[in-house]
């Protein structure tokens, strides 16, 4: 006689199912630590926004400061012209171009390196009035 396969519980949509136990438990995800991961999603989209965002942008602000943005004989082309005409100028390789690409990225990055540095900076104790110059005698 065979018997009937065991019933599994219904599992939750996108609920994880329990992995075995291994020797280091510590870890949060096999592939990345958290910090790295957070760090991929911040500048993950940055470039994002480098990308689709700030054309988009541009050509808002262009439109409605220099009037509409003509493409070859199309003379009321839209931000999806201006974006083909963004991605053909990063795969020729256009300095200008990757400048605006990468621009939110180095932003975040600048921005970042300015609070390390001002962490760094011990501060000022406003307790102790300042030590008088020394005087050398010859």
Do not use: C
Not at 42 to 56: D, R, T
Not at 64 to 81: F, I, S, T
Not at 96 to 101: D, K, L, Q, R
Not at 126 to 135: H, L
């Amino acid at each position: 006689m065979s018997s009937t396969p065991p019933i599994k519980a219904p599992t939750r949509p996108f609920e994880r199912t329990p992995s075995p136990p291994s020797d280091d438990d510590d870890e949060e995800s096999p592939w990345l630590p958290s910090r790295a991961r957070r760090e991929l999603i911040v500048f993950g989209a940055a470039l994002l926004v480098g990308l689709i965002g700030v054309p988009v942008l541009t050509w808002v602000l262009g439109n409605r400061v220099l009037g509409p943005y003509l493409h070859g004989q199309n003379l009321h082309a839209g931000p999806l012209a201006l974006l083909q005409d963004f991605f053909l100028g990063l795969v020729h390789g256009s300095a200008v171009f990757w400048v605006v690409a990468l621009g939110p990225a180095a932003l975040v990055l600048l921005v970042r390196l300015f609070i390390a540095l001002v962490r760094a900076v011990p501060p000022v104790s406003r307790d102790e009035p300042p030590a008088p110059p020394s005087r050398r005698v010859p």
